[in-house]
């Protein structure tokens, strides 16, 4: 070995030894692309602009859908996917976007309780409780998964689940003192709770699933093929929907379509993405609801 040879590998000793003590250096470049991407400037003018517009018309036009649903003495809406559009955006975008998103929820409850039956201090107690719960829920998402969340694994449909009874328990105390303070309810407060509680749960559990796997098929879009099965499975799930309400009340006529969606969730489930099965979860919660309330009740 020459003496320049012995000087070239001192040289890459102390090149080694140098990153290592710099962790600047040293640091993967997916932490370095996470960083720029919260501290992007250019996201967080026109886009959280955006964000807070499109989840405040969302929003709204969730709202004014459930508040059509609401119980008799309570008053608390037996549904609520509006708490699952806040959530999930949130969850899906990340922290970066937890104002934008909270502006837009609290914003779009004030319009849609004001024109209804609540008072102004009533409808901001909601707002703060609906702004409030997405970001305790999309937080401890956040927590315990980190950014780029995905139901991928039962462990994260489980984190998901504790995340939204956690954050639906805690606004329910809000939303029932807000009840009781301003909209003057003579229902039993632990009434009250229970019922926000339970719709704003489901509310996350149905739609936030579905936002969250559009963000992830967004990043990472499925092949055509499975696009197609997905399609038309989603299909095949809607036509099933579709007789059970329409066919004649007889027992084989309800009973016999309904058993046929378990093959068909199951097939979704096992062969395609998460997004296409919280689709068809969607599809399904949406029925039930609008038939129990509007339509035939058939679910009763």
């Known amino acids: ?18 990153m290592t003590r710099n962790p600047v250096l040293h ?31 969302v929003y709204f036009l969730a709202a004014r859908f459930s508040l059509s649903l609401l119980t008799k003495p309570e008053g608390v809406a037996v549904f609520w996917p509006a708490s699952g559009v806040a959530a999930g955006v949130l969850i899906a975008l990340g922290p970066r976007a937890k104002w934008p998103v909270a502006i837009g929820a609290a914003a779009a409850t004030i319009a849609a309780n004001l024109l209804g039956d609540r008072s102004f201090a009533g409808a901001v107690t909601f707002a703060l409780c609906n702004a409030g719960e997405a970001i305790l829920t999309a937080a401890l998402v956040e927590r315990q998964f980190g950014s780029g969340f995905a139901l991928h694994r039962v462990r994260q449909v489980l984190g998901l689940l504790a995340a939204a009874v956690f954050g639906s328990a805690i606004s329910g ?44 098929a967004g990043r990472d879009p499925p092949s055509l093929k499975e696009a197609l099965e997905g399609a038309v499975t989603l299909f095949a799930i809607t036509l099933t929907i579709t007789l059970v309400i329409f066919l004649p009340r007889a027992s084989f006529a309800t009973v016999v379509p309904i058993a046929l969606l378990f093959p068909l969730l199951l097939w979704l489930a096992a062969r395609c993405r998460p997004v296409f099965s919280a689709a068809a979860v969607f599809i399904v919660a949406l029925t039930i609801v609008w038939t129990t309330t509007f339509w035939h009740r058939i679910f009763r």
């Open 1 to 18: 070995m020459s003496f320049g040879d012995g000087v070239n590998i001192c040289r890459v000793a102390n090149e080694g030894k140098r």
């Open 27 to 57: 640091r993967p470049p997916v932490q370095k692309e996470r960083r720029l991407a919260v501290a992007d400037p250019t996201w967080q003018l026109p886009s959280a602009v955006a964000v807070a517009i499109g989840v405040g018309i």
């Open 173 to 216: 105390i809000g939303g029932t003192l807000g009840f009781k303070l301003f909209h003057f309810s003579t229902a039993p407060s632990w009434t009250i709770w229970q019922h926000w509680f339970a719709s704003d749960a489901l509310g996350i559990l149905t739609v936030a699933p579905l936002l969250i796997g559009a963000a992830v």
